[in-house]
T-cell receptor, first 117, second 112 residues
Framework: GAVVSQHPSRVICKSGTSVKIECRSL??????MFWYRQFPKKSLMLMAT?????????EQGVEKDKFLINHASLTLSTLTVTSAHPEDSSFYIC?????????????FGPGTRLTVL | DAKTTQPNSMESNEEEPVHLPCNHS???????IHWYRQLPSQGPEYVIH???SNVNNRMASLAIAEDRKSSTLILHRATLRDAAVYYC?????????????FGTGTRLTIIP
């Protein structure tokens, strides 16, 4: 199956700093990537849809100025958590869509655990 | 995306088949049924998907009711590595509806 990687797998930062998370599709091109957030014992919540070469579409309640998304190529999307605070500590997961239609499959990265002190 | 209902948790003995149910009574004609699973501290993993006919792959089988209002994910011989949260998700195959909406899923525990 298709492989999606994320880097870093784990990051600890001080409050007020910014953190960048990379999501790469390793063996396919992805015009669309998705960013999710998951709090402990909870389900995944979609944050935004990232389309290559255009602005991301954010879900309701997600601050676009705080969670900056860039999808500059067909294999790379980045999520930057700006001015991170302890409440931003979470498990961030990306996925990439392999295909152009509704029958395609989303493949998920292994996740990045962010801890803000 | 239409809503699905799954049991919160299930247990099964190792090396026995597991049947994970999912109800989706409001499914529309253009909704595909997708199953993903999430192992602890990992991203979700695609398992299988189908529209109307039963589907088989190397991981599992998907049995879809004739009226499509329910489906069952079948793990033929559970191993300890199958312990995970299993998500049943409906996804409209019309182009432009790419989002996956995750519910609470079923936490599957495998008993050695």
């Amino acid at each position: 199956g298709a492989v999606v990687s994320q880097h870093p797998s784990r990051v600890i930062c001080k409050s007020g700093t910014s953190v960048k998370i990379e999501c790469r599709s390793l063996d396919f091109q992805a015009t669309t990537m998705f960013w999710y957030r998951q709090f402990p014992k909870k389900s995944l919540m979609l944050m935004a849809t990232s389309n290559e070469g255009s602005k991301a579409t954010y879900e309701q309640g997600v601050e676009k100025d705080k969670f900056l998304i860039n999808h500059a190529s067909l294999t790379l999307s980045t999520l930057t958590v700006t001015s991170a605070h302890p409440e931003d500590s979470s498990f961030y997961i990306c996925s990439a869509r392999d295909g152009d239609g509704g029958t395609d499959t989303q493949y998920f990265g292994p996740g990045t655990r962010l801890t803000v002190l | 995306d239409a809503k699905t209902t799954q049991p919160n948790s299930m247990e099964s003995n190792e090396e026995e088949p597991v049947h994970l149910p999912c109800n989706h009574s409001t499914i529309s004609g253009t909704d595909y049924i997708h199953w993903y699973r999430q192992l602890p501290s990992q991203g979700p993993e695609y398992v299988i998907h189908g529209l109307t006919s039963n589907v088989n792959n190397r991981m599992a089988s998907l049995a879809i009711a004739e009226d499509r209002k329910s489906s069952t994910l079948i793990l033929h011989r559970a191993t300890l590595r199958d312990a995970a949260v299993y998500y049943c998700i409906l996804r409209d195959f019309n182009f432009g509806n790419e989002k996956l909406t995750f519910g609470t899923g079923t936490r599957l525990t495998i008993i050695p």
